[in-house]
């Protein structure tokens, strides 16, 4: 197997990872409270993650490092959204693909943030997009569940992540850059944990072995090999790769859970996924073309 499909065969691993996290994560916090879950589990991970970018993390300077922590503050509240999202939803497909939107968000927050206009494709991309959401939402009539509004406020939150990391934090490598945001957010989590909620006399083990394997699966080897994934694929199979979160999701919540799936839902995640991947595409060629015009 080439370099190039095996960095392929790797992304596709780490969306199925991703994928379960979101099975790993509703599990772990039917016993734990959803703030110190997140606060545990990220501070963890990064301190997994830490000897990976040891070398990284000395040549860096103090500001860039805490420049970089202060941006996962954005990350983590997503991912504080995400998980009270979870929380009290039992349609973990029907978020994951609302998440995903995140990437058509990112546009919208640099146009309002930065003044840098959204290309051509984003506006094809929007009402296509727009339509899924509708018949996500469609129930014989149109009906927004909480849940549905806390994912789209964690994929907002990740899009406000997105254009801040990429214009404050570019001197730092990818891992360290990952890990020092985990370690922020992780931290955070668990403030927030100690500050509102209240933590059980006594935690099952079961629990504790889905707690496990979200640090070690889901966040670590997750981020690991996805770093190492998109190193060697070509961007844009590695971007297109990326958007199989969502599916591995659906799959794996209509098998544990049940979730059901009318045709409406199931147009609707198929006209998200296909504006997706139709922003994808024409970013990267629009990126390719203007990078050629500079040679």
Not at 109 to 136: C, E, H, N, Q
Request: hydrophobic share 55%; aromatic share 14%.
């Amino acid at each position: 197997m080439t370099s190039k499909y095996r960095a392929e065969f790797i992304l596709i691993i780490t969306t199925l990872l991703a994928g379960a996290g979101w099975v790993f994560s509703k599990e772990a916090i039917q016993g734990l409270p959803p703030f110190g879950f997140i606060g545990l589990r990220f501070v963890f991970a990064s301190l997994i993650l830490l000897p990976f970018c040891l070398r990284a993390l000395k040549a860096a300077s103090l500001a860039d490092c805490l420049r970089a922590m202060s941006v996962g503050c954005f990350l983590g509240s997503a991912i504080f959204c995400w998980i009270y999202a979870i929380s009290i939803s039992d349609t973990l497909g029907e978020g994951a693909f609302i998440m995903s939107l995140s990437m058509l968000f990112v546009p919208i927050v640099a146009w309002i943030m930065f003044k840098t206009k959204p290309i051509r494709a984003f506006w094809l991309s929007l009402p296509i997009a727009v339509a899924g959401l509708f018949l996500l939402s469609w129930r014989g009539s149109w009906q927004i569940d909480a849940s549905q509004l806390w994912f789209l406020g964690s994929a907002v939150g990740l899009a406000l992540h997105f254009n801040f990391n990429s214009k404050y934090s570019v001197r730092l490598s990818t891992m360290l850059l990952t890990t020092l945001q985990l370690f922020s957010t992780g931290c955070l989590g668990i403030v927030l944990s100690l500050m509102f909620e209240s933590w059980p006399d006594q935690i099952s083990a079961t629990t504790w072995n889905w707690f496990v394997l979200s640090v070690l699966l889901a966040t670590s080897l997750r981020y690991l090999m996805q770093t190492t994934g998109q190193k060697f694929a070509h961007p844009t199979n590695a971007a297109l790769l990326m958007l199989l979160e969502p599916v591995w999701t659906l799959i794996l919540s209509v098998i544990i859970y049940a979730e059901p799936m009318p045709i409406n839902k199931i147009l609707g995640c198929l006209l998200l996924l296909f504006s997706l991947i139709f922003y994808r595409l024409s970013s990267l060629m629009t990126s390719r073309k203007f990078n050629c015009s500079q040679q």
